[in-house]
């Protein structure tokens, strides 16, 4: 007995190591204040509170492996899904496994699928560009997905462009109660150039916001285990260069039917480029051009890079979710078309290995001082509604609390973790100055407003 005690003493340990040095363990968002999901139906811009728990409930690892828990629920608010479908935001009560060592596949690269391809470390699935749905020319029209027949597999629609009208402000929805992103986790309202107005009338955020001068956040993982970042990195892949825009080495074809492949192969015709089915409309509309040691801001075929990211000092294969300059979502968006890496993660219906519990704060995450929240507060003049917006990520649950210049607390709110605004309805208050506080429960940053009636 004392020798067994000793051996899992000497594991602990082990497995403690490996916890304070791998991102693939301490860079989930778990919930530790009971945060739950959120929903507008249509018509009604007021949200619903749910009962399932939001973002990631456990992390486990082994010595090889990490074990994911989560409902696949955000803490931002999700719907209303405009284009019919009729489903909500489910949990999905699932376990995921990541390999803690991801290797680079070498043989011919695994394409990714319709479904999870990964996951974002709010606990929400990833799926690639497809939607299911493809051309099927002997009937003349789309089929596939719930309702449709199986397609062809030939012309396969994209997403983005295709269920635009289904997405929420969030850029989401659900398959089967499934919530899940094809792209860049961050509201529409955010982008340089807004193309939905789904925000005006149910306002979310989304996980977090883009910043050009930043580095962005490492986002999720993919099923290869390897890290996804937002849309922002350093040009240099040796962490030098400066911040600039990630971008994806796909562009569309300059073509007017749809008769062949990128590669010349000839193929089943889809329909010819037209207002209905425009350019981008399906995934095989692009072509890819290979990337150069003179580009290297520009992604590979899989839609990533081997470079030096602040979570890996060292270097690592990353995906980057792509957007266009005017921050508009860029195929492939995430991941894919197919994985860099060996392929090995998955949804699993057990543990069946020891594991420990990672009970610590994420690596970097813990905010050493008060200007470390980058708050900002708009409009400003106010006379209505004033919104409480913090930079990139919100990492923890903030308290965000109004009050008047004698000190007097006027009212409290709440920036959620894993979400990125807060507001407060200051339309009834007195005209004159007013200040904004914002706290992690250390560290506190103060902002003065006006409100003027």
């Not at 020798?3 to 594991?11: D, E, H, M, N, S």
């Not at 990714?112 to 606990?123: A, D, K, V």
């Not at 992103?181 to 961050?186: E, G, M």
């Not at 605004?421 to 250390?442: A, M, N, P, T, W």
Request: glycine share 10%; charged share 15%; proline share 5%.
């Amino acid at each position: 007995m004392k020798k067994l005690g000793i051996a899992f003493i000497a594991v602990c340990s082990a497995l403690q190591g490996i916890s304070q040095t791998n991102p693939a363990i301490t860079s989930w968002l778990r919930n530790t204040t009971g945060i739950t999901g959120r929903h507008y139906v249509k018509n009604n811009s007021t949200a619903i509170l749910d009962a399932d728990s939001a973002n990631v409930k456990t992390v486990l690892y082994s010595a090889n492996s990490v074990y994911i828990r989560a409902n696949g629920v955000p803490s931002y608010v999700t719907g209303p899904f405009q284009d019919g479908n009729p489903s909500l935001t489910t949990s999905q009560n699932a376990i995921f496994k990541f390999p803690l060592n991801p290797v680079q596949n070498t043989g011919t690269p695994t394409a990714t699928s319709g479904g999870n391809i990964g996951i974002f470390i709010n606990g929400v699935a990833l799926f690639d560009y497809r939607d299911g749905v493809s051309w099927k020319n002997s009937t003349g029209t789309i089929a596939g997905g719930p309702s449709g027949g199986m397609g062809d597999g030939i012309w396969n629609r994209d997403a983005i462009i295709a269920e635009k009208a289904g997405f929420d402000c969030a850029k989401g929805h659900p398959a089967m109660g499934n919530y899940h992103h094809h792209q860049n986790p961050s509201a529409f309202k955010l982008d340089l150039t807004v193309i939905s107005t789904v925000c005006n009338l149910y306002d979310a955020d989304g996980l977090y916001v883009i910043d050009s001068t930043k580095h962005s956040p490492l986002i999720g993982f993919a099923y290869d285990g390897f890290p996804i970042y937002g849309a922002y990195a350093h040009k240099n892949v040796d962490g030098t260069g400066g911040i600039v825009r990630m971008k994806s080495s796909y562009s569309l074809r300059n073509i007017t039917t749809r008769t062949t492949y990128s590669n010349g192969n000839d193929v089943t015709d889809g329909p010819a480029v037209s207002t209905t089915y425009p350019l981008g409309y399906f995934r095989e509309d692009y072509q890819y051009t290979a990337t150069s040691a003179a580009t290297p801001d520009y992604l590979d075929q899989h839609n990533g890079r081997f470079c030096i990211t602040p979570e890996y000092p060292n270097g690592i294969y990353c995906y980057f979710a792509t957007v266009d300059a005017n921050w508009n979502s860029a195929y492939p968006y995430a991941v894919g078309p197919t994985f860099y890496g060996v392929k090995s993660a998955a949804k699993v219906t057990s543990i069946t290995e020891v594991v420990s519990f990672y009970n610590g704060s994420a690596t970097g995450l813990e905010l050493v001082n008060a200007d470390k929240l980058e708050i900002s507060i708009f409009p400003n003049p106010s006379s209505e509604i004033i919104a409480i917006q913090q930079s990139g990520l919100v990492l923890k649950d903030l308290k965000v609390e109004l009050y008047d210049m004698s000190g007097k607390l006027i009212q409290t709110g709440q920036l959620y973790q894993g979400s990125t605004i807060s507001y407060f309805d200051v339309s009834q208050l007195q005209s004159g100055e007013y200040l904004v506080r914002v706290s992690d429960g250390k560290q506190t940053k103060t902002n003065k407003i006006i409100l003027s009636h």
